[in-house]
């Protein structure tokens, strides 16, 4: 008897990983996620091993509020001290944004240790390669295929929890996603 309720642990275990982590989207470490949320909505997978990510990302539309915009974010969360405030948020971040002549355009930021710093900007509708890993504590995120640009953060507090991919307001496609 022990050996099957042991088994059935595992078996739930797995299933329960298979649902947080979005199923098919990393049944075999590749994959497609899409994230559809309205204004003030959210919604996220967790990468379930391992502190790397990588594929496309294409930010197709979302709608704007009063005081949000849309995004999307390959992200994770550091262990910030009590009483040092922030949200701790780690890694990359897409906006929708307004061009001052008009139309909109997809902002790239990077994250970390309190800071948020531009990175790269892309067409909404244009599937863009990226790759956010950490290790020992250092983040590397690489944007672009033909000429990529990589940003390098030795973080000042450890990783507190898997990385996230998530989006709020917004339509975005990641795609060919694979897990390192």
């Known amino acids: 008897m022990p050996r099957i309720t042991s088994r059935l642990r595992v078996v ?17 470490n590749v994959g497609r996620w899409e994230c559809h949320t309205g204004y003030g909505e959210n919604d996220r997978i967790i990468v379930p091993e391992g502190r790397a990510i990588s594929g496309h990302i294409q930010f197709v539309d979302g709608v704007f509020g ?57 067409k909404p509708g244009v599937p863009i390669t990226f790759r956010v890993a950490v290790k020992d504590g250092v983040l590397t995120i690489s944007m672009g295929k033909t000429d990529p640009v990589t940003k390098t953060l030795r973080l000042r507090y450890p990783p507190a929890g898997p990385l996230n991919v998530s989006c709020s307001g917004a339509n975005v496609v990641f795609s060919d996603l694979e897990l390192e």
């Open 66 to 122: 009063p005081d949000r915009m849309p995004r999307a974010e390959i992200a994770l969360r550091v262990a910030v001290p009590p009483g040092e405030g922030g949200c701790g948020c780690t890694g990359l971040l897409a906006f929708l944004v307004p061009k001052p002549e008009g139309g909109l355009k997809v902002q790239f930021e990077v994250h970390g240790n309190g800071n948020a710093e531009p990175f790269a900007q892309a």
């Open 12 to 28: 739930a275990a797995a299933a329960l990983a298979f649902a947080l982590t979005g199923g098919p989207a990393f049944a075999e």
